[in-house]
């Protein structure tokens, strides 16, 4: 998921535009992140706690996505409030929005939906009439913040509404604690909602209060938020309310309500049983309970949840979160980040601020999502001896950059979800593309999980059975993805038949084995053919000549969408749609891109998008072989009309930072054999897309797509994704440490005449910035432009770039280029 659909963005700019009120998150919180980096750079500690460096609000504006709760890492429990607006992570930084509770289950950088969750709020009130006259509705019981008290850190998560009351959560995996702070001593009451979520698609479920255990259990049905919305998910949350008998219950019952002014309560009641509406929207119902007030106005809840039933709710809260005490808790939740962050540790005191901060922040969000969800399976998944993870959100955005970075530290992690990745192909026949609410969601490339255990399998095949994966499986999995034909390729992939047949996805083609939404035809002949590379790769390891020739082949499909005819802006050739009888259907290539004006155009996944590409322009996706670019420079008129192509591409508007396939393209120069454009580039990127505050990514994170590339360009890598080969560029820090604790690697990256004042949107000339030379355990590379995992990161030492001013003498690979199939490249697995 990218870009947001116009339709949506219409919408948003609505309801945004009437509050201008930007005070959150609490400035102070800022602050104390600077404070935290500027101590560290002087203080001469062993170990660095780098959750200190985390600023979780980054991207909760501009469509960003994020969600800045507290969770552990991949986590399954997000704690936020939720919002009005569009709020698809439940909080959004706009201080115009209206909170109507806080609740344990968010995915964080969902794009292009209503977003995900929410349900089970808990909202705080005081009822100086008397429990009938609470507000419980979730229109009637909303509120405003206080302004400047949002704050968040690594394992913790608080606001203050308007009226003074202060929420703060602290989270384990599947439970966590709530605390609510009154500013007074009146009676405080709580509104805990069973029907609401964050896209109103409540189904039916139950609500049960014992109130001699004070224990609450809530079970209900809801839809998906990227999927078909025939299909619900079940969710089940169990909420102890009295504090281990500290805090006394007072009043307690049930409330019923709608949108249109119904409220009602019914005192002393505590069983619910609803059905959906099938009229009128959501039934709104929930619990209403009240507590003797206690000393210091404070009262603690500690929720559990689960996708199995309330029961395992309550004993998930149990068994993680027991007796501890909140502070207990989130210095847990603060020990796991700090394990996860240790990852990577650059050299805080040499690099600039916002750079160590923009770097934590996103190998922060690099392991937030997806979230695991072990042993909480249901549907298909139900008892599953696999790891489960939910929220492959999805895997077209994830496959680029955030596992090839999880793979360069933590390849346990990775098999984990590898593992999850094969055992959708054990359930369904097909890898997941996209999951959402534990429910298939909608296909966008079509099996881009394929490069993701493809990457695995180039990365780990050695160790894979320590991993516990199986490569036969994992091979067979992606065949099936490349072979077998999903009844329904909406949800299951690839439109495989008429793709075989022809050598593309032909536009407007007879297709009677299959049903999907049959636009895009441009993007998905493109996606497919990487992902027939990932399935080659997987088949060359394994030593399957027959099926690496064939898939190889199959690779180079890309081919048969580019049109040499049209012209676009004095270039010429670019990537179209095509009937089955082999003519190319007429767009322009500057359609969906950045510069089209025409906004009823529709770019994603509408019936409509006759435009052939997916949230894309053809000027965008045309850039798009990453394992044959030499052949694309072919294709484009040689090198020079290449570069000068590229230069067109962007000084003319048409790349969009926050947009997947445009992920590779600034680095496109390398293949050229011009990389000191490249770093130009990648730095031109980074200053104009990125930044520390809230509105600062170019879009939907995309369950930390973008984080992940952002990690990337700091460190001065770009990963060629189902391949070992990483690109080299210029490093924004003088130093790093990549830790491998699985390999036992360490692997420190030293960046010789580093210069601080190359760290800026354009390096002033004379500045030392461009790679002049890398030297890997002593030995010269053989390229400046690249390298490999068994060369560097798979072995651990000591690599060296050594950066020049003098950018001429710079500007070529010095050795080989980046790896393309029709030079040759990929001949071998390592
Ligand atoms: C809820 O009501 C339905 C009928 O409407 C019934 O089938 C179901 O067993 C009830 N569930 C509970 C937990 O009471
Ligand atoms: C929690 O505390 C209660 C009462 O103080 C005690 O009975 C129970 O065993 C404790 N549970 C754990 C997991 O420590
Ligand atoms: C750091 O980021 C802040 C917020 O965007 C900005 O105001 C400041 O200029 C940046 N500092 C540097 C040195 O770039
Ligand atoms: C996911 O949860 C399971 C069960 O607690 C655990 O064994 C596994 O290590 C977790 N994986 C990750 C990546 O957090
Ligand atoms: C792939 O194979 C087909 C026939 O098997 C052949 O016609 C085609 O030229 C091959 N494509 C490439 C790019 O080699
Ligand atoms: C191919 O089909 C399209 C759509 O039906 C048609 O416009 C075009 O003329 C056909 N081309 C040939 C060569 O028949
Ligand atoms: C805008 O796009 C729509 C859909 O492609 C098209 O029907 C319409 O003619 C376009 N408008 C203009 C002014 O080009």
Same mark, same amino acid.
């Given at each position: 998921?990218?870009?947001?659909?116009?339709?949506?963005?219409?919408?948003?700019?609505?309801?945004?535009?009437?509050?201008?009120?930007?005070?959150?998150?609490?400035?102070?919180?800022?602050?104390?992140?600077?404070?935290?980096?500027?101590?560290?750079?002087?203080?001469?500690?062993?170990?660095?706690?780098?959750?200190?460096?985390?600023?979780?609000?980054?991207?909760?504006?501009?469509?960003?996505?994020?969600?800045?709760?507290?969770?552990?890492?991949?986590?399954?429990?997000?704690?936020?409030?939720?919002?009005?607006?569009?709020?698809?992570?439940?909080?959004?930084?706009?201080?115009?929005?209206?909170?109507?509770?806080?609740?344990?289950?968010?995915?964080?950088?969902?794009?292009?939906?209503?977003?995900?969750?929410?349900?089970?709020?808990?909202?705080?009130?005081?009822?100086?009439?008397?429990?009938?006259?609470?507000?419980?509705?979730?229109?009637?019981?909303?509120?405003?913040?206080?302004?400047?008290?949002?704050?968040?850190?690594?394992?913790?998560?608080?606001?203050?509404?308007?009226?003074?009351?202060?929420?703060?959560?602290?989270?384990?995996?599947?439970?966590?604690?709530?605390?609510?702070?009154?500013?007074?001593?009146?009676?405080? @009451?709580?509104?805990?909602?069973?029907?609401?979520?964050?896209?109103?698609?409540?189904?039916?479920?139950?609500?049960?209060?014992?109130?001699?255990?004070?224990?609450?259990?809530?079970?209900?049905?809801?839809?998906?938020?990227?999927?078909?919305?025939?299909?619900?998910?079940?969710?089940?949350?169990?909420?102890?309310?009295?504090?281990?008998?500290?805090?006394?219950?007072?009043? #307690?019952?049930?409330?019923?309500?709608?949108?249109?002014?119904?409220?009602?309560?019914?005192?002393?009641?505590?069983?619910?049983?609803?059905?959906?509406?099938?009229?009128?929207?959501?039934?709104?119902?929930?619990?209403?309970?009240?507590?003797?007030?206690?000393?210091?106005?404070?009262?603690?809840?500690?929720?559990?949840?689960?996708?199995?039933?309330?029961?395992?709710?309550?004993?998930?809260?149990?068994?993680?979160?027991?007796?501890?005490?909140?502070?207990?808790?989130?210095?847990?939740?603060?020990?796991?980040?700090?394990?996860?962050?240790?990852?990577?540790?650059?050299?805080?005191?040499?690099?600039?601020?916002?750079?160590?901060?923009?770097?934590?922040?996103?190998?922060?969000?690099?392991?937030?999502?997806?979230?695991?969800?072990?042993?909480?399976?249901?549907?298909?998944?139900?008892?599953?001896?696999? #790891?489960?993870?939910?929220?492959?959100?999805?895997?077209?955005?994830?496959?680029?950059?955030?596992?090839?970075?999880?793979?360069?530290?933590?390849?346990?992690?990775?098999?984990?979800?590898?593992?999850?990745?094969?055992?959708?192909?054990?359930? #369904?026949?097909?890898?997941?593309?996209?999951?959402?609410?534990?429910?298939?969601?909608?296909?966008?490339?079509?099996?881009?999980?394929?490069?993701?255990?493809?990457?695995?399998?180039?990365?780990?095949?050695?160790?894979?059975?320590?991993?516990?994966?199986?490569?036969?499986?994992? @091979?067979?999995?992606?065949?099936?993805?490349?072979?077998?034909?999903?009844?329904?390729?909406?949800?299951?992939?690839?439109?495989?038949?008429?793709?075989?047949?022809?050598?593309?996805?032909?536009?407007?083609?007879?297709?009677?084995?299959?049903?999907?939404?049959?636009?895009?035809?441009?993007?998905?002949?493109?996606?497919?053919?990487?992902?027939?590379?990932?399935?080659?790769?997987?088949?060359?390891?394994?030593?399957?000549?027959?099926?690496?020739?064939?898939?190889?082949?199959?690779?180079?499909?890309?081919?048969?969408?580019?049109?040499?005819?049209?012209?676009?802006?004095?270039?010429?050739?670019?990537?179209?749609?095509?009937?089955?009888?082999?003519?190319?259907?007429?767009?322009?290539?500057?359609?969906?891109?950045?510069?089209?004006?025409?906004?009823?155009?529709?770019?994603?996944?509408?019936?409509?998008?006759?435009?052939?590409?997916?949230?894309?322009?053809?000027?965008?996706?045309?850039?798009?072989?990453?394992?044959?670019?030499?052949?694309?420079?072919?294709?484009?008129?040689?090198?020079?009309?290449?570069?000068?192509?590229?230069?067109?591409?962007?000084?003319?508007?048409? #790349?969009?930072?926050?947009?997947?396939?445009?992920?590779?393209?600034?680095?496109?120069?390398?293949?050229?054999?011009?990389?000191?454009?490249?770093?130009?580039?990648?730095?031109?990127?980074?200053?104009?897309?990125?930044?520390?505050?809230?509105?600062?990514?170019?879009?939907?994170?995309?369950?930390?797509?973008?984080?992940?590339?952002?990690?990337?360009?700091?460190?001065?890598?770009?990963?060629?994704?189902?391949?070992?080969?990483?690109?080299?560029?210029?490093?924004?820090?003088?130093?790093?440490?990549?830790?491998?604790?699985?390999?036992?690697?360490?692997?420190?990256?030293?960046?010789?005449?580093?210069?601080?004042?190359?760290?800026?949107?354009?390096?002033?000339?004379?500045?030392?910035?461009?790679?002049?030379?890398?030297?890997?355990?002593?030995?010269?590379?053989?390229?400046?432009?690249?390298?490999?995992? @068994?060369?560097?990161?798979?072995?651990?030492?000591?690599?060296?770039?050594?950066?020049?001013?003098?950018?001429?003498?710079?500007?070529?690979?010095?050795?080989?280029?980046?790896?393309?199939?029709?030079?040759?490249?990929?001949?071998?697995?390592?």
């Amino acid at each position: 998921m990218g870009r947001l659909t116009p339709i949506l963005l219409a919408s948003v700019v609505l309801t945004t535009t009437w509050g201008a009120v930007r005070a959150q998150p609490d400035p102070a919180q800022q602050l104390r992140v600077e404070a935290a980096i500027r101590a560290a750079a002087t203080a001469n500690h062993a170990k660095l706690d780098y959750t200190a460096f985390v600023n979780p609000f980054i991207g909760t504006d501009n469509y960003g996505d994020v969600c800045p709760g507290a969770s552990i890492p991949f986590g399954m429990a997000k704690f936020t409030v939720d919002m009005t607006g569009y709020a698809p992570a439940g909080y959004v930084a706009d201080a115009s929005q209206f909170i109507h509770g806080v609740s344990p289950l968010h995915d964080s950088g969902t794009g292009s939906s209503l977003g995900t969750y929410g349900n089970f709020e808990v909202m705080p009130m005081y009822c100086p009439g008397g429990f009938d006259t609470c507000t419980t509705n979730t229109v009637e019981r909303q509120r405003l913040r206080k302004p400047n008290t949002d704050d968040a850190s690594p394992g913790y998560f608080a606001l203050t509404l308007d009226n003074g009351i202060k929420i703060e959560a602290t989270p384990t995996r599947r439970a966590g604690l709530e605390r609510f702070t009154f500013p007074d001593s009146g009676k405080p @009451y709580f509104a805990i909602d069973l029907a609401a979520d964050l896209p109103g698609s409540f189904a039916g479920g139950t609500l049960d209060f014992d109130r001699n255990k004070g224990r609450l259990q809530l079970s209900g049905s809801f839809g998906s938020s990227f999927g078909p919305s025939s299909f619900n998910y079940h969710a089940h949350a169990c909420y102890d309310l009295t504090n281990r008998g500290k805090q006394k219950i007072s009043e #307690y019952g049930v409330w019923t309500g709608d949108s249109h002014g119904m409220t009602a309560k019914g005192l002393g009641l505590n069983h619910l049983n609803f059905t959906r509406n099938l009229i009128g929207g959501v039934y709104q119902s929930g619990l209403l309970v009240s507590f003797e007030p206690t000393q210091d106005n404070q009262y603690t809840f500690r929720v559990g949840v689960s996708f199995v039933d309330a029961n395992q709710a309550c004993h998930n809260a149990e068994s993680e979160v027991g007796n501890a005490s909140f502070q207990d808790i989130w210095d847990r939740a603060k020990a796991l980040w700090q394990e996860k962050l240790s990852k990577i540790e650059i050299d805080v005191a040499n690099t600039p601020l916002n750079i160590t901060e923009m770097f934590y922040t996103s190998l922060y969000r690099a392991s937030l999502t997806p979230n695991n969800a072990t042993d909480e399976t249901q549907g298909v998944f139900k008892d599953t001896d696999a #790891y489960y993870f939910d929220s492959l959100y999805c895997s077209w955005d994830t496959f680029r950059t955030f596992y090839p970075l999880m793979s360069l530290h933590s390849p346990q992690d990775f098999a984990q979800i590898v593992d999850n990745y094969i055992d959708g192909w054990r359930k #369904y026949g097909w890898m997941p593309e996209c999951r959402a609410n534990n429910l298939p969601g909608w296909t966008q490339g079509g099996s881009s999980g394929d490069n993701i255990v493809g990457h695995f399998a180039m990365y780990y095949h050695n160790e894979a059975d320590d991993l516990g994966i199986d490569l036969r499986e994992l @091979y067979s999995a992606m065949w099936a993805d490349g072979e077998l034909n999903p009844p329904e390729w909406n949800i299951m992939g690839r439109q495989i038949n008429v793709y075989k047949q022809y050598g593309y996805v032909p536009y407007a083609v007879l297709d009677t084995s299959s049903t999907g939404r049959q636009t895009r035809e441009g993007s998905r002949t493109l996606e497919y053919a990487f992902e027939d590379f990932a399935i080659r790769q997987v088949a060359q390891l394994l030593g399957k000549h027959d099926d690496a020739k064939k898939f190889t082949n199959r690779s180079l499909s890309y081919r048969n969408v580019w049109n040499p005819d049209i012209e676009s802006d004095g270039f010429k050739g670019f990537m179209q749609k095509r009937y089955s009888n082999g003519t190319f259907a007429y767009n322009d290539p500057t359609d969906c891109s950045p510069k089209d004006t025409n906004d009823t155009r529709s770019c994603s996944l509408q019936g409509d998008n006759l435009n052939g590409f997916y949230e894309s322009s053809s000027w965008e996706y045309s850039w798009f072989a990453p394992h044959d670019t030499a052949h694309l420079i072919q294709l484009m008129g040689g090198p020079d009309t290449f570069i000068r192509r590229l230069d067109h591409f962007f000084d003319e508007g048409y #790349y969009l930072a926050g947009n997947e396939p445009s992920f590779q393209t600034p680095i496109g120069y390398h293949y050229a054999n011009r990389p000191t454009k490249s770093v130009d580039r990648v730095r031109d990127v980074v200053f104009s897309n990125f930044d520390i505050t809230p509105g600062g990514l170019p879009g939907n994170d995309d369950q930390a797509a973008m984080a992940s590339l952002l990690t990337f360009h700091l460190l001065g890598l770009y990963p060629v994704p189902s391949s070992s080969q990483l690109l080299v560029l210029s490093p924004f820090m003088p130093k790093y440490t990549i830790h491998n604790s699985f390999l036992k690697t360490s692997t420190t990256v030293t960046v010789k005449n580093f210069d601080p004042k190359s760290i800026q949107p354009v390096i002033p000339p004379g500045t030392a910035a461009y790679v002049q030379k890398v030297t890997i355990n002593g030995k010269p590379s053989k390229s400046r432009c690249h390298f490999d995992f @068994y060369d560097t990161f798979r072995v651990g030492g000591e690599i060296e770039i050594t950066l020049t001013a003098d950018k001429q003498s710079a500007d070529s690979c010095g050795g080989n280029l980046p790896d393309s199939l029709s030079t040759g490249g990929f001949s071998r697995a390592r």
